[in-house]
């Protein structure tokens, strides 16, 4: 399986600690942001990664290198300006493809592959995304979104989830079986979702997403454990004091 880490956005609400630092190379417990996820995606066996940047994303390049030092496989795309969620995806679809001699890099259909965006932070177990991906695969799903509870800056949440279905919050609220969450920034998508992408082009994820739902064609899951969305310059110190608390940092 290959990985996907999101790191081209600006980080406007963690200014100005990223006016020099591109936000995914901010520290938390001692790591940047990004190497928690990197070392927890090695762990879990998923060593071909792919990560975007536009804003300072030479920094991201030079602190990562090829990232043998991590056990992995790092490859790059540079998008200049960043082309928000969906766009990203699609520009580095190249990536992401099967190449007709094997491996990676052509074109063609491939196997659906792991999103993951770079200011979050989490225990969630990676090693579950292969079974995951399966199980995607074998339905012909678009998406399977794993979903966390409300963090209290975004108290209303994004998508319902009934019996491992994603559904719209307005369905959820008038199923009384339906919890209300947000959306943890860890997904496994078909590249089919993306194709239709002109490559270059900004696109936002939601709406993608939102159609795909309307259809049926979204699995999730509810993460009851660890997640910090790393927004602002406070959580980042919160998280900070909480992982080097722990002396069993996940």
Excluded: C
């Excluded at 990536?95 to 196997?111: T, V, W, Y």
């Excluded at 993608?208 to 259809?215: F, G, P």
């Amino acid at each position: 399986m290959i990985a996907m880490l999101l790191a081209a956005g600006r980080g406007e609400r963690m200014r100005p600690l990223t006016d020099h630092t591109p936000k995914p190379l901010l520290e938390a417990g001692g790591k940047p942001l990004i190497v928690w996820h990197i070392e927890r995606l090695a762990r879990a066996g998923i060593t071909d990664l792919v990560i975007n940047h536009a804003h300072l994303g030479a920094q991201i390049e030079t602190a990562l290198g090829g990232g043998s030092r991590y056990g992995v496989r790092i490859r790059y795309s540079d998008e200049g300006t960043a082309l928000e969620t969906a766009g990203g995806i699609a520009y580095a679809l190249p990536l992401l493809l099967p190449s007709p001699a094997g491996g990676r890099g052509g074109g063609g259909e491939g196997e659906p592959f792991a999103v993951i965006n770079s200011d979050i932070y989490s225990d969630y177990d990676f090693a579950h995304l292969f079974e995951r991906a399966a199980a995607l695969q074998a339905s012909g799903d678009a998406a399977h979104l794993v979903l966390v509870d409300n963090p209290p800056h975004h108290p209303k949440g994004d998508f319902g989830l009934t019996d491992g279905r994603v559904t719209d919050t307005f369905s959820s609220i008038l199923n009384p079986q339906s919890s209300i969450l947000t959306f943890s920034g860890i997904g496994i998508y078909q590249t089919s979702l993306f194709k239709d992408i002109p490559r270059g082009s900004i696109a936002p994820l939601a709406p993608l997403l939102r159609a795909q739902i309307a259809l049926g064609k979204v699995s999730g899951e509810h993460h009851r454990g660890l997640w910090v969305d790393v927004g602002t310059p406070q959580r980042l110190v919160e998280l900070d004091k909480l992982i080097r608390s722990s002396h069993n940092a996940p």
